[in-house]
């Protein structure tokens, strides 16, 4: 790789090129600054926490106030994205937050209709509270007990996550990024001037690198980071559908089905155009922890029959027990669920970002471009503040 006049291959290493990683490598390289995205594998892949075809996308954001400017600026991305590679990569279908109505025991998902309500208020989000029979006649689906209650916003829908990945590594490569994969980083290491980056393949030299590694982080953080975060598999489902026109992105909106514990919770994605013709459903779970290098990534049929038992059957009309397709993801969890984006302690020119702890995708665009701000100007648009950012030692 040839070396700027500078001494530097580059002035950003974005190491990790999922969600996050592209998103800086993309907005990074069109502010006019010299980008090399770093990843171990062949982005999009199905490896880490960015594939499964979807993500639900919600600006009324019941994790909190702070999270509404990246989540409001990320829908402008995406449309502005899409345009650019001639391609729908947000479904605005509209979401349904279900709990009980006594809000649940659950910690994460504590009455988040209300959560969810308050902020939507706060931001003059459109959000409508309904029962569980006017969920029930809207959409026949869903079976909704009495004592539970919904909250609607039709801003929201799905992401297609791996195409948006793709597009904006895309773009970032024809504005001249330099994007090498299948190559592990081994070190990130500090000098007196910049950052050292070492690979299975060479070694390279920035002004800033940003690690977006996820459920890698592990491997290159310091211990300080290191110590905040837990790996947790997630298993995805797709299962058939007996009228998969009812679980169309036009018919059907997303559904974040919360219960009294976590092991309650369904999450159900409607079926955009181009994705598996299956209904996407999962769970969530964060007691089991693990590392990529261990994670069990067969989904058995034993799995599947006792998730559909379990979680869509009682819930969920119009689906048969028929699994046609199903995925590991991983979850990158900090202590208090809220994301992690901040100087490494080791030099303030290495960005720790991407711990978000399943829900960060939808924001992530916006993150993105806030990340590269930071690094182009020493400022963001929007404030990184409450995920942590802070000054450490140069």
């Known amino acids: 790789m040839p070396v700027n006049p500078s001494g530097f291959d580059a ?42 075809e979807t993500r639900i996308s919600r600006l009324a954001v019941g994790e909190g106030p702070q999270y509404i400017p990246f989540v409001a600026r990320a829908h402008e991305l995406w449309h502005t994205i899409g345009d650019a590679v001639g391609e729908t990569l947000f479904h605005q279908s509209g979401g349904y937050v279900i709990t009980n109505t006594d809000g649940g025991n659950d910690d ?40 539970m209650r919904a909250g609607h916003e039709p801003t929201g829908g799905v992401i297609m996550c791996e195409r948006a990945v793709e597009a904006q590594l895309r773009l970032a490569r024809q504005n001249g990024a330099r994007i090498r994969v299948n190559e592990t980083v081994a070190a990130v290491t500090p000098d007196d001037q910049g950052v050292v980056v070492e690979t299975d393949q060479g070694s390279y030299r920035a002004r800033d690198v940003v690690l977006a590694t996820g459920a890698w982080m592990h491997d290159l953080a310091s211990a300080h980071h290191s110590n905040q975060l837990s790996i947790t598999r997630q298993a995805v489902f797709w299962f058939e559908a007996e009228d998969l026109d009812a679980f169309r992105v036009d018919r059907m909106p997303f559904v974040i089905w919360t219960g009294d514990t976590i092991d309650d919770y369904v999450g159900l994605f409607p079926v955009p155009p181009g994705a598996t013709n299956g209904v996407k459903i999962l769970g969530e779970q964060f007691s089991e922890t693990t590392s990529p290098s261990e994670v069990n ?3 058995s049929d034993a799995e599947v029959a006792e998730f559909y038992e379990t979680h869509v059957a009682p819930q969920i009309d119009g689906v048969t027990s028929r699994c046609i397709k199903r995925a590991v993801c991983l979850y990158t969890n900090t202590l208090d669920d809220h994301f992690l984006i901040e100087p490494d302690p080791r030099s303030n020119r290495i960005t720790v970002m991407s711990p978000c702890s399943g829900h960060g995708f939808k924001h992530s665009p916006a993150l993105g471009e806030a990340v590269a701000q930071r690094i182009a100007t020493g400022a963001s648009d929007l404030d990184l503040s409450p995920f942590g950012w802070g000054d450490t030692p140069a």
């Open 108 to 147: 994460r998902w504590h009455d988040f209709v209300t959560a969810t309500d308050n902020v939507a208020q706060l931001a003059g989000i459109p959000y409508t509270t309904l029962t569980a029979a006017e969920v029930r006649a809207a959409h026949p689906n869903l079976k909704l007990t009495n004592d």
């Open 297 to 299: 990534r067969t989904i």
């Open 11 to 52: 002035d950003v290493i974005v190491v990790g090129l999922g969600a996050m990683g592209a998103a800086v490598t993309y907005q990074a390289q069109s502010m006019g600054l010299e980008v090399l995205g770093i990843d171990r594998h062949e982005p999009p892949h199905e490896f880490g926490s960015s594939h499964a």
